[in-house]
């Protein structure tokens, strides 16, 4: 699988990756506009691309369990790209960088009784998480490949250090299908609306792999959602868009997502066996308060049913975010986001995670288009019913950001 893995390697730098959200189907690829050069008789194929990289460092200095208080080093980073082949149509991709948790390092900590010993740089792992073929005309735009669905904004990037933690439980990557977006309405006057449509399965036996580190492979008896042959999952979603003034912006995001189980190759009963499905709904609002002062708010309300194919077991997601931008390069970011976990017959639990933090944005220069600088402090709660678990850190982030 390591030489599918680096045979693709070329077509990656194809698709631009940025912090503005994106609208649409695809969540993970911004769509350059390019009208210009597609109105042109002139136009020539053009390559556009983006590297976003973190340094970052966590001391988890009080826990409940002594095995959670350790000190963390990691990267993470993502090379994006885009290449317009002509005015339709374009070749994107996504290579990924990021640290995970295997299953061995779980096992280990929890054999350790005192502190969890310090982990700098360990199990990073690098990935293609996109590759697409995109058709692009006027309003209406196609993908096929693998891409990330349009579920939910709040896990992205870019609101403080860790605020996107838990919301990462519903982000759905990897993802193999078509899709498409219509957009129409006018983002000054009446609102632009972006309606999306796309058919999927899981990516697990294509550019599923990765180097430096092996991934924790899922067994089929996890009734992972999304794992059938066919297209059988799909995603539907609503986007509105308002441009008020250069600072003044307005969005609104609404999903539906139904992931369909393979119900040959499950270890939950049958009784119990039904799709994964869910809905979001959000709201980004930038304001700016005063000449040197803008507030970008984030509100998102997610609701999961049948996790894992299993009907017995429910999620709720609720997030709230507030980045304060104060003379242009200082933030000042304070976020929460709270998962409830139900499950028929079992007590369930509650988990929180709180963030206060603030940074400074460099000014461009000729090496970096954005360098972020971010301190800050985390707090995250599990109520077991029975008992309770706590975890608190701080933690910095430098963060790097070049076009080209």
């Known amino acids: 699988m390591k030489k599918v893995f680096l045979c693709f390697l070329f077509l990656l730098p194809t698709q631009v990756f940025a912090e503005d959200l994106a609208q649409g189907v695809f969540s993970g ?56 082949l002509n005015k339709n149509f374009s070749v994107g991709g996504l290579l990924r960088l990021k640290q995970v948790t295997n299953e061995s390092e779980l096992n280990r900590r929890a054999s350790l009784p005192d502190g969890g010993g310090n982990r700098y740089f360990d199990n990073e792992l690098l990935y293609i998480q996109e590759i697409t073929v995109n058709y692009d005309q006027k309003n209406l735009g196609l993908v096929a490949g693998k891409f990330t669905p349009n579920f939910g904004t709040a ?110 190759a499950t270890s939950v009963s049958q009784t119990k066996l039904d799709s994964q499905k869910g809905y979001v709904a959000g709201l980004n609002y930038r304001y700016p308060i005063s000449e040197n002062f803008l507030l970008d708010s984030l509100l998102e309300y997610v609701r999961m049913k049948n996790i894992n194919g299993n009907s017995d077991v429910g999620e709720q997601y609720s997030t709230a975010s507030f980045v304060g931008e104060i003379y242009k390069n200082w933030n000042l970011t304070v976020a929460s986001t709270n998962l409830v976990h139900k499950e028929y017959g079992q007590n369930g639990y509650d988990q929180n995670l709180a963030e206060i933090s603030a940074g400074y944005t460099f000014d461009k220069t000729v090496f970096f288009d954005r360098l972020l600088l971010q301190i800050g402090y985390k707090n995250t709660r599990v109520n077991y019913k029975t008992s309770v678990e706590t975890n608190n850190s701080y933690g910095v982030l430098l963060r790097y950001i070049k076009s080209f």
């Open 29 to 84: 690829m911004i769509r350059e506009n390019y009208q210009e050069e597609r109105d042109s008789a002139k136009f020539s194929p053009k390559f556009r691309g983006q590297f976003l990289g973190d340094l970052a460092f966590d001391d988890n200095y009080q826990a409940t369990k002594r095995q959670n208080e350790y000190k963390n080093a990691y990267l993470k980073g993502r090379l994006a790209g885009k290449l317009q």
């Open 155 to 264: 896990w992205r990037w870019g609101r403080g250090i860790w605020a996107n933690e838990i919301a990462k439980n519903y982000k759905e990557v990897e993802k193999l299908g078509v899709g498409g977006v219509y957009k129409a309405g006018d983002l000054k006057r009446t609102g632009q609306y972006n309606f999306g449509f796309a058919a999927f399965t899981n990516d697990r036996n294509n550019l599923d792999n990765s180097v430096i580190t092996n991934r924790d492979s899922d067994s089929k008896s996890d009734a992972k959602p999304g794992d059938t042959k066919t297209l059988k999952s799909y995603v539907a979603s609503v986007d509105v868009l308002f441009d008020f003034s250069e600072k003044e912006k307005l969005s609104y995001h609404f999903a539906y997502i139904d992931q369909a189980v393979n119900s040959r």
